[in-house]
């Protein structure tokens, strides 16, 4: 079982930038494929970006390809989002998730463990 935290998230004028980190309790964390999802009010969650257990594959959501890199520090526990070039639609609380197999993959029903999000608010 693994627990997340995540911090980083705040006010920012559109074309800013954010980075948001995912603390991770546990000695595991290296065998967890980790995620980012996003939901913006009276929206579903919607996936991001993830990344496997080393750090060598990611994957991006469409909205987010060329502006957002994942990243992840095993040895800190962390799993990381840079968010640069933000807009006002990127607005919303962010959440990093983990889940167990290796395999990279974007439902948010796939992911077991949560954390409770971060609010990222993008003026315009």
């Known amino acids: 079982q693994v627990q997340l935290v995540e911090s980083g998230g705040g006010l920012v004028q559109a074309g800013g930038s954010l980075r948001l980190s995912c603390a991770a309790s546990g000695r595991t964390f290296s065998s967890y494929t980790m995620g980012w999802f996003r939901q913006a009010p009276g929206r579903e969650r919607e996936f991001v970006a993830a990344?496997?257990?080393?750090?060598?594959?990611?994957y991006y959501a469409n909205s987010v390809k060329g502006r957002f890199t994942i990243s992840r520090d095993n040895a800190k526990n962390t799993v990381y989002l840079q968010m640069n070039s933000l807009k006002p639609e990127d607005t919303a609380v962010y959440y990093c998730a983990a889940r167990k197999p290796s395999t990279i993959t974007t439902p948010w029903e796939q992911y077991d463990y949560w954390g409770q999000g971060t609010q990222v608010t993008v003026s315009s």
């Open positions: 990344i496997n257990r080393s750090g060598g594959s990611t």
